[in-house]
Nanobody
Framework: QVRLVESGGGLVQAGGSLRLACAASGLAFSICDLGWFRQAPGKEREFVGAISWIRGSTAYADSVKGRFTISRDNAKNTLYLQMNSLKPEDTAVYYC??????????????WGQGTQVTVAS
């Protein structure tokens, strides 16, 4: 059974930082593309960033580029999202996702349950 469990969310002041983690089990983590998405109240889920299984290539949404960094630790089956210079508009539930081919398609087979990030102004 595949499980993705996010952690690290919380309340932070604007300009602050948070580091999200996504612990995976039950899948071939090292050969999966991995992604982070977010969904704010009343809005559709949107792409935040992704990291490929080949060469660890990364891609980011323009809204987070230069502030967020995605990384992975295949030995720990864990995906990370370092979020710096947070803004109130970053407030959302953040989801991790895993699957083959997702780096290009943004379509993933497996999803976590989400972790809330709230940025106070």
């Amino acid at each position: 059974q595949v499980r993705l469990v996010e952690s690290g969310g919380g309340l932070v002041q604007a300009g602050g930082s948070l580091r999200l983690a996504c612990a995976a089990s039950g899948l071939a983590f090292s050969i999966c593309d991995l992604g982070w998405f977010r969904q704010a109240p009343g809005k559709e889920r949107e792409f935040v960033g992704a990291i490929s299984w080949i060469r660890g290539s990364t891609a980011y949404a323009d809204s987070v580029k230069g502030r967020f960094t995605i990384s992975r630790d295949n030995a720990k089956n864990t995906l990370y999202l370092q979020m710096n210079s947070l803004k109130p508009e970053d407030t959302a539930v953040y989801y991790c996702a895993a699957g083959r081919g997702g780096f290009v398609s943004h379509k993933y087979d497996y999803w976590g349950q989400g972790t809330q990030v709230t940025v106070a102004s």
